[in-house]
């Protein structure tokens, strides 16, 4: 009897904690540093995807789906910028918008 490979699953169920924890991340970092914050994700996402070209396996494909998770986020942080000016979400009283 052969082995399972469980390389897809591992990836599967750990991209969803990836992208399911950066729900909350864009909210509280629009929160917090508005739109501004962009540049973060910009040199996470492409750090990581630039590592992920040095390793294998499935750390590679977990790297790699962080840094694309990160290059993602921008477009979100200016969508959820978007939703706070419509209402749609609580805008941070300490800022001027």
């Not at 904690?17 to 739109?35: Q, R």
């Not at 750390?59 to 978007?82: D, S």
Request: aromatic share 16%; net charge positive; with cysteine.
């Amino acid at each position: 009897m052969s082995e399972l490979n469980l390389d897809a699953v591992i990836f599967g169920v750990a991209s969803l904690f990836i992208m399911g924890a950066y729900y909350p991340i864009v909210i509280k970092g629009e929160y917090y540093f508005s739109e501004r914050i962009w540049p973060v994700f910009l040199v996470t996402g492409l750090a990581a995807v630039a590592f992920s070209t040095q390793m294998s396996g499935l750390v590679c494909w977990l790297t790699a789906f962080f840094g694309a998770t990160n290059l993602w986020a921008i477009v979100e942080i200016r969508e959820q910028t978007e939703r706070v000016r419509q209402g749609r979400y609580p805008k941070n009283p300490k800022r001027t918008y």
